[in-house]
């Protein structure tokens, strides 16, 4: 129901993003906007092109007074560190600098140089960068928004850096990574808690939400795994361990615990969405790995440009918008509604009938 679209390159003049099937009537400021970008700014191994970007936006359409109208938003995020790249990424001109022929081990370099033929790999860089997801985190606010009106929440919460779950070492790591020229990953949590249950289906696979939600979290730069729940610790233990059991509540069928992470055969549960997300350590070191040259076949460190150490918090901000858009689309997909009176209305009608359904 909702469709979205993002464009732009890392060090491009700006990026954009269109969000379409967002119901009129929804409350949305820039200000908003901005305050989630920069959440996602921050965190502690972060490099200096944070403190270059500013995030200011604008909001090119689709909102009008304060309120949508229906109509797709378009926003545009200028990158404020294109004034120093204008001359490489030109649209018009061929520079000879900032060219990359020596692919980094982990990204997209040399595949991509590879599938689109480019001969310098900065026209794959530019936009496999996590720059992209600025526009992301702009339209996922929409989404929020949406959600919030509606009595849904998400936050995040980062468990793990570099394997020490202790977050009294975090930065002694980043700081040791920082100084050997190294990168570190981490695993952080996505928490919604206030939605229905009911959103989702088993009836057919591509409408399980678990298949939506790791399909989102699969699709940010960096991540190599998702879990639900207890996760990948579900197959180490008995069904007797695992299965949250019924329990009477004055409201209704309660649960004794939530190892289903909210999610049992596609659907919610009402009960907490929980969604882990493993993220590799970045593949820009600045203490290179090694590679090759692709123009003289030599072997080679690897292409260094300024970056970060560690990521993971900004990670856990874009995992709350990835987790929000899909939620956003599920309520969409369950009530429609061209306004927010009118879904408001229809969950208001859904959410007193389901409680009384065998009750
Ligand atoms: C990134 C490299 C760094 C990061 C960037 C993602 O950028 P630069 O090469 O300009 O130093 O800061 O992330 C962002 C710009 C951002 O806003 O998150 C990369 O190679 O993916």
């Known amino acids: 129901?909702?469709?979205?679209?993002?464009?732009?390159?890392?060090?491009?003049?700006?990026?954009?993003?269109?969000?379409?099937?967002?119901?009129?009537?929804?409350?949305?400021?820039?200000s908003e906007i901005q305050s989630e970008l920069i959440r996602r700014k921050q965190g502690y191994g972060r490099g200096d092109r944070q403190k270059i970007e500013t995030e200011e936006l604008e909001i090119?359409?689709?909102?009008?007074?304060?309120?949508?109208?229906?109509?797709?938003?378009?926003?545009?995020i200028p990158n404020q560190d294109w004034k120093n790249w204008q001359e490489?990424?030109?649209?018009?001109?061929?520079s000879q600098e900032g060219k990359i022929d020596v692919p980094r081990p982990g990204h997209a370099d040399y595949a991509g140089a590879v599938k689109y033929r480019h001969f310098d790999m900065r026209n794959v860089l530019e936009r496999a960068s996590a720059r992209e997801t600025a526009m992301r985190v702009a339209i996922a606010t929409i989404a929020r928004k949406f959600l919030f009106d509606l009595g849904v929440q998400?936050?995040?919460?980062?468990?793990?850096?570099?394997?020490?779950?202790?977050?009294?070492?975090?930065?002694d790591l980043i700081?040791?990574?920082?100084?050997?020229?190294?990168?570190?990953?981490?695993?952080?949590?996505?928490?919604a808690t206030g939605h229905i249950m009911g959103l989702g289906s088993y009836v057919q696979w591509d409408r399980r939400i678990e298949g939506n939600i790791a399909k989102a979290f699969m699709s940010l730069n960096a991540i190599k795994g998702v879990e639900i729940g207890l996760g990948f610790e579900t197959a180490r233990l008995m069904g007797s361990e695992v299965h949250d059991e019924f329990i009477l509540r004055e409201q209704g069928?309660?649960?004794?615990?939530?190892?289903?992470?909210?999610?049992?055969?596609?659907?919610?549960?009402?009960?907490?969405?929980?969604?882990?997300?493993?993220?590799?350590?970045?593949?820009?070191?600045?203490?290179?790995?090694?590679?090759?040259?692709?123009?003289?076949?030599?072997?080679?460190?690897a292409h260094y440009e300024r970056s970060d150490v560690c990521a993971v918090w900004s990670a856990a901000v874009i995992g709350e918008s990835l987790l929000a858009l899909v939620l956003a689309d599920e309520y969409l997909t369950k009530f429609g509604g061209d306004s927010m009176t009118e879904i408001k209305e229809r969950v208001f009608e859904w959410k007193k009938k389901a409680e009384k359904i065998f009750f």
């Open 253 to 301: 069928v309660g649960y004794r615990s939530n190892n289903s992470g909210g999610v049992n055969g596609g659907i919610t549960i009402g009960e907490p969405l929980t969604v882990r997300a493993a993220m590799k350590p970045l593949s820009t070191l600045r203490k290179p790995l090694s590679s090759i040259s692709l123009k003289t076949k030599e072997k080679i460190e």
């Open 175 to 191: 700081d040791l990574a920082r100084k050997e020229g190294n990168t570190l990953g981490g695993i952080f949590e996505v928490c």
């Open 60 to 76: 090119l359409s689709g909102v009008r007074a304060g309120k949508t109208l229906g109509s797709p938003i378009a926003i545009q």
């Open 1 to 30: 129901m909702i469709r979205f679209l993002t464009a732009g390159e890392s060090h491009g003049k700006a990026l954009i993003g269109i969000i379409e099937g967002i119901p009129s009537g929804l409350g949305i400021l820039k």
């Open 154 to 171: 998400i936050t995040n919460c980062v468990i793990e850096i570099g394997g020490e779950k202790d977050s009294s070492k975090w930065n």
């Open 88 to 94: 490489i990424m030109s649209v018009e001109s061929e």
